[in-house]
């Protein structure tokens, strides 16, 4: 059962044509993905769209927090950037003469939230979705390490995981301190939402420790202490910095996917016990409060796109669960204080309509959850056969 778990929900993610999908998150227990005898006989068509993703992802890359063209305000390139992607610009106050650059917008002008609406220039600076494609390389490559025996596959990940990491030209500064940077005046600073940026720790971990254990020979020792030098030094920053603070602290989705993120990183630094006290926090906390006796997230529906949100937040728990499995932990049963099961969550979700939020393009996103919540709780009356088959 756990390998069908933890393999469908990534098949979902390349069945059409090779293409990928890039989920909210996940996280495939890496003794599952080297157990090739265990796996499914009938899935070499997703062995091989998943070998074929790898391949797509690593024609893009490598990526490192250095390719832009914006500095943060340290102006050290090194440090990631990125933009709120719901703060937009009120420039009815400037009086200007002259149509306003670029910078002038982010300086002069106020900027306002709209819940759920993209601000056109989101990506004018792209470290997140540089790094959106690095975890879902990272992650697919390491699998198709597995699938196939391809060393090309782990030295991608390897060159990958160096080059955003460690090499001193291209490394990242360990911190988030301007991730999602709300703009405009008496601002200019980044956000706790911005710690979602890096929720992809988890498809990272996953990656890396399928090479750590599988002995791949082009997972270097020098990328591997590197990296962890660098996760050593993130990991206070993490823990204690006032934007991550924030967000652990975060009731809804945010704090999800902070837990998904913190224990990733313990993962990849060889401490389980702590990971596994993580994910325990996130179970006996904050995750209490969010599904009711329904299935209802009432955390999420209120947002201006339920549709997505209620299954952003689940493919968050299920991380934390498949986390949470990898080191001894059963979370999938846990009820909350509000009667609430991931089981019953998944089943709500299915069931609302997208149509008076306009979401009809969001459905695809809960595809993932469906398929882990069938494999874990099985499927006695087709429902989520049917679901996935539509």
């Known amino acids: 059962m756990l390998s069908a778990l933890l393999l469908s929900s990534v098949w979902l993610g390349v069945a059409v044509a090779g293409n990928i999908t890039s989920y909210a998150n996940a996280f495939v227990d890496p003794n599952v993905i080297l157990n090739k005898a265990g796996w499914n006989k009938n899935s070499t068509w997703a062995e091989d769209a998943i070998v074929g993703g790898a391949e797509t992802l690593a024609s893009l890359g490598p990526w490192a927090v250095t390719n832009k063209t914006i500095l943060p305000p340290s102006n050290n390139i090194h440090d990631y950037l990125s933009y709120a992607p719901y703060w937009w610009p009120n420039c009815s106050n400037v009086h200007n003469t002259t149509q306003l650059t670029q910078q002038e917008i982010n300086n002069e002008c106020v900027f306002v939230d709209r819940d759920g609406?993209?601000?056109?220039?989101?990506?004018?600076?792209?470290?997140?979705g540089e790094f959106n494609n690095l975890d879902d390389a990272v992650f697919y490559s390491a699998m198709a390490w597995a699938i196939t025996g391809d060393e090309t596959h782990a030295a991608n990940v390897d060159h990958w995981i160096n080059t955003w990491f460690v090499n001193n030209a291209t490394a990242m500064d360990p911190n988030l301190n301007y991730a999602q940077l709300i703009r405009g005046v008496g601002k200019n600073v980044g956000s706790h939402t911005g710690l979602l940026d890096f929720k992809g720790m988890a498809k990272i971990a996953s990656g890396v420790l399928t090479l750590r254990k599988g002995n791949a020979t082009s997972w270097t020792q020098a990328t591997d202490d590197g990296f962890k030098s660098w996760l050593t030094a993130y990991l206070p920053w993490l823990l204690n910095n006032t934007l991550a603070v924030q967000e652990r602290e975060s009731t809804n989705n945010h704090g999800s996917f902070y837990f998904n993120q913190e224990a990733a990183v313990y993962l990849l630094l060889d401490d389980e016990a702590s990971a596994k006290a993580s994910v325990q926090q996130y179970f006996s906390g904050i995750y209490q409060n969010q599904i009711n006796s329904t299935g209802e997230q009432p955390l999420e529906a209120v947002r201006t796109r339920p549709i997505h949100y209620r299954?952003?937040?689940?493919?968050?728990?299920i991380t934390n669960a498949a986390i949470a499995q990898y080191v001894g932990y059963d979370a999938w049963n846990i009820t909350t204080a509000l009667g609430g099961t991931i089981q019953k969550a998944t089943d709500f979700a299915m069931a609302q309509n997208p149509a008076p939020s306009n979401e009809e393009d969001a459905v695809y996103e809960i595809n993932q959850i469906v398929a882990c919540v069938a494999s874990v709780y099985g499927d006695p009356t087709g429902k989520y056969k049917q679901w996935l088959s539509t």
């Open 117 to 128: 609406q993209f601000v056109p220039d989101q990506y004018s600076v792209d470290n997140v």
């Open 311 to 317: 299954a952003y937040n689940l493919a968050a728990i």
